[in-house]
């Protein structure tokens, strides 16, 4: 069974603040990755991938691949109220169409 | 607006009964997916397909199934083997393989 680690949280930030969200999986042969954010009742909005090692930035939003350590993480820079919720790290299998969700960060920026 | 749309958003089984969950797509793209989701859990896998015509079981499959006759729809099947049905269902679809899968807007299936 493929796994993908995250921290349930709650991860608590104040208004302003860089929100650092992590996760690690554990097929080194994982070649994408994927974070979404979950709002309470709410369908998964994909937010970022990234593929290559490296950071990716798209807005407030930078995605950071490690495959040496198999680690993601997402950094949340300028974070608002509105970025409160859950936020889930996907990595897909060698297969490339079973993609495997960790549980999910919750994620609380207070004003 | 391209987009996948689910059917029913809410939907309640009676003991002994099947039903059928909706999922169509104007997004032409080629694969799509059937997730649970259980409060507090992350998403699991319960069937995908490729292409028409064909699907691969996915992580949970047992007391489901789905049918492929058209590239755009992808409807999900929940019968009473699936003892516990009462979940968040999320269907979504993507250009192929290892490519961002988009979603729909849910099916939250209840048992009376």
């Known amino acids: 069974q493929k796994e993908v680690e995250q921290n349930s949280g709650p991860l608590s930030v104040p208004e302003g603040a860089i929100a650092s969200l992590n996760c690690t999986y554990s097929d080194r042969g994982s070649q994408s990755f994927f974070w979404y954010r979950q709002y309470s009742g709410k369908s998964p909005e994909l937010i970022m991938f990234?593929?290559?090692?490296g950071d990716k930035e798209d807005g407030r939003f930078t995605a950071q691949l490690n495959k040496a350590s198999q680690y993601v993480s997402l950094l949340i820079r300028d974070s608002q109220p509105s970025d409160s919720a859950t936020y889930l790290c996907a990595v897909y299998s060698n297969s490339g169409y079973a993609l495997n969700f960790g549980k999910g960060t919750s994620l609380l920026v207070t004003p | 607006d391209g987009g996948i749309t689910q059917s029913p958003k809410y939907l309640f089984r009676k003991e002994g009964q099947n039903v059928t969950l909706s999922c169509e797509q104007n997004l032409n793209h080629d694969a799509m997916y059937w997730y649970r989701q259980d409060p507090g859990q992350g998403l699991r896998l319960i069937y995908y397909s490729q292409i028409v015509n064909d699907f691969q079981k996915g992580d949970i499959a047992e007391g489901y199934s789905v049918s492929r006759e058209k590239k755009e729809s992808f409807p999900l099947t929940v019968t009473s083997a699936q003892k516990n049905p009462t979940a968040f269902y999320l269907c979504a679809s993507s250009k192929g393989e290892h490519q961002p899968q988009h979603f729909g807007d849910g099916t939250r299936l209840s048992i009376l």
């Open positions: 990234i593929y290559s090692n």
